[in-house]
């Protein structure tokens, strides 16, 4: 049997008198009632869930359990699925995808730190090769994006085509094509 590995999103706080973003209702709801319905559908033993909440939810967080230490771990034909409840957005590309965007903007989710100092969003570039490394493995993957401008975050990591769709502000400043994803581009 299939083994299900999930890592779950919501943000509804973030720390508006420091970030400047608007706090959100129902983004905890949703994770909450996406997790009670994962614990229905798959027995324990085979359930393998993180999730991450507000403060929880922060870019490193995020990475990290894409990688080994969660969604990784799956393995041909078990389920994956990456959900993300709280703000997108967007933000200059780097000069490198200039000619994969004809407005010069990547979209982004909006992680609690993201807006910090030193902070940063988690780019749709970022997000593809993220889902590339655990699809590669053989699992099957899911990913339910619940922002703004979540079109274009589960595209192939080879196709830079754009998407639109709980949106916060812009980020003015572009970032260094080698801060994307600690240099993989």
Known sequence: MPKLFAL?????????SITMVPNLYGCLNDVDALHGYLEKKFPATDRHVEVLKNDQATYREVVRLFGADHLEKATADDIV????????????APQEFLEYFPEGKMETLVLTDSRLPGGVDLADKELAVLIDRVAKRGAHVAVILDCCHAGSGSRNVDDFTLGTARQTSDR?????LESLLNGYF
Do not use: C, D, K
């Not at 699925?81 to 957005?89: D, E, P, T, V, Y």
């Open 8 to 16: 779950l999103v919501g943000i509804n706080e973030y720390q508006t």
């Open 81 to 92: 699925l990456f959900a993300f409840s709280g703000h997108g957005s967007r933000e200059p």
């Open 172 to 176: 003015a400043n572009p970032r260094a």
